[in-house]
């Protein structure tokens, strides 16, 4: 991973100066348009994505989730969508990925404390998630 490509910043990828010898303007483009990908762009893409939420920058954060975001809608693959929502607590998201594919549950020790936050959730709140 280039260490270039950790400290990317919005203003970096606007105007390409850190981009300049990589594919992602490129592939991000043709993604958000529909264009299919080969696998290999969508694995970058995914990467890329995956670096952005480890930012700190709050837009950088944003595009990060709109790539996987894309990606599960678009591909139907909804564990990196998945896993991004769990990292970041977005419960009623979890509950939507659950209905929609229900073997992505995983029954394992993340998988528990997840339910237990969510049931503290329900009872500390009142709200349905």
């Not at 203003?11 to 303007?25: E, N, P």
């Not at 043709?30 to 290999?40: A, I, K, P, Q, T």
């Not at 139907?76 to 991004?84: A, H």
């Amino acid at each position: 991973m280039s260490s270039e490509l950790e400290r990317v910043s919005l203003k970096q990828l606007r105007h390409g100066s850190i981009l300049a010898d990589s594919d992602f303007t490129f592939a991000y483009g043709e993604f958000m348009v529909g264009h299919e990908l080969e696998r290999e762009k969508l694995v970058y893409l995914l990467s890329r994505a995956v670096l952005f939420l480890r930012s700190d920058d709050p837009n950088l954060n944003k595009l990060g989730y709109r790539i996987v975001l894309h990606y599960s809608l678009g591909t139907e693959d909804y564990e990196p969508l998945y896993e991004v929502a769990a990292a970041k607590d977005y419960a009623p998201i979890l509950e939507v990925i659950e209905s929609l594919d229900p073997l992505i549950v995983d029954r394992g020790f993340s998988s528990v404390l997840l339910s237990a936050n969510r049931v503290n959730f329900v009872g500390s709140s009142g709200l349905r998630v």
